[in-house]
């Protein structure tokens, strides 16, 4: 949700105004974001595609001709044509990661909990976070520094959300044992 901006799930029926903007908006915009609107989505999140929509579909940002993916796909495909730096979406069972995947961009799905909720039209309350598309890993998380935290309001909220390192991290180096053929 965002304040004073309609919220419709794709659908002009279910069109509700809210008067508060969801957290992650909120402290998006306090951190200095300017919001530039919302995105086409697949009607009500329902869908791994990107083209069960009643308006004009968004294409794929790499080829026309295949799908954008996800009910996020509007989101990814804003980032991935470089109209915006970084967009949010919804994400159940992969709407933020496949779309990311088809337009060659990231998309980062944050551990339910670390970034509230509240304010997100739910497919599942037990399964929704809101997912992050970027054009580099960097930048997806500098993005979810800005939006994770508690929410004493969200009950799904992690109470630890924080205190929870979000910036990328260096891959611990592995060091692989090949045995000798005599040893066998």
Known sequence: NVAGMATTSNCPAFQVMPSE????IARLEA???VLIGKNTMDQFATGLNGTRSPEPLCRNALDPAFIPGGSSSGSAVAVARGIVSFSLGSDTGGSGRVPAACNGIVGLKPTVGLVSTRGVIYNSRFLDCIPIFAARVEEASEILA???GYDAEDPWSRRDADTILTAPQEAPTRRLAIPRIDQL
């Open 146 to 148: 800005h939006i994770a």
């Open 21 to 24: 903007s969801a957290p992650a």
């Open 31 to 33: 951190a200095g974001a």
